[in-house]
C-alpha cells in the first residue's frame, strides 16, 4: 500500500473493542493534526464477526452478510470515534487473520495504530495477542493505544465511564510540535 496522501496515512485496527476505539480516536486525531489519510481495519472471520440481522436460530448466513455486518460495526465506530473534518477515511474489512490482515494494510504506511488489549480472552495481560504480534511483524512504526489514553476530538462528548484524566493530554497523545513525532518515540522495523 502506497500512502494515499502526500501526508502519509496512518493505518489503524479495529476489532469492536472499547480499546479498539479508543485507539481508532487516537489515530484519528493524529491523522487530522499531521494532514495524513486514515486506513480503519476490521479483520474479520464467520465467529468474530458481529451477527448479521438475517441470522436465526439454525440459519447460517451467506458470508456476504457477515461482511456486511462487519462493515456496518467499522461505520458505526467510526462514527462514535469523532473523526475531525478533513481526514480522508479508507475503511477496510479484511476477511483474513488479525495479524496478517493489518500487517499486509501496513505495508507503506507512516504508523500502525492498535489497542492494547482487543476481544480476546487473555485476562490480565498488558498487551494482548494481535498487538504483541503485530509490534514483531509489522513493516512501520507501531503505536500501542492503552485504555483511558485517546485524546477526545474537541466537542466530542465524554463517555461516562471513562475517567477525568482522559481529557488531559498525555505524553503519549499525538504532538503537533513536529511533522512525525512517533517516530523519535516509538521505533518500528522495516523489513529488508
Known amino acids: 500500500m502506497e500512502p494515499t496522501s502526500p501526508g502519509g496515512a496512518v493505518v489503524v485496527g ?26 480503519v481495519v476490521r479483520a474479520w472471520s464467520i465467529p468474530t464477526a458481529p451477527r448479521p ?79 504483541s504480534s503485530v509490534l514483531r511483524a509489522a513493516p512501520c512504526p507501531v503505536t500501542v493505544v492503552r485504555s483511558g489514553t485517546a485524546h477526545r476530538p474537541e466537542g466530542a462528548s465524554r463517555a461516562p465511564a471513562e475517567t477525568p484524566h482522559a481529557e488531559t493530554p498525555h505524553a503519549d497523545e499525538p504532538s503537533t510540535g513536529r511533522r512525525h513525532p512517533w517516530l523519535h518515540h516509538v521505533p518500528g522495523r522495516r523489513r529488508s
Open 14 to 39: 479495529v476489532d469492536g473493542s472499547a480499546c479498539a476505539r479508543e485507539a481508532l480516536t487516537w489515530a484519528a486525531v493524529l491523522a487530522a493534526r499531521a494532514g495524513m489519510a486514515l486506513t
Open 53 to 131: 440481522d438475517c441470522w436465526e436460530p439454525g440459519y447460517v448466513p451467506p458470508v456476504t452478510e457477515y461482511e456486511r455486518a462487519v462493515r456496518q460495526a467499522v461505520a458505526d465506530d467510526l462514527a462514535a470515534a469523532g473523526v475531525p473534518p478533513g481526514v480522508r477515511v479508507e475503511c477496510r474489512a479484511v476477511h483474513r487473520a488479525p495479524v496478517d490482515a493489518l500487517v499486509a494494510a501496513a505495508d507503506g504506511a507512516d504508523l500502525l495504530v492498535v489497542g492494547a488489549r482487543g476481544r480476546g480472552g487473555a485476562a490480565g495481560r498488558l498487551v494482548g495477542s494481535v498487538s
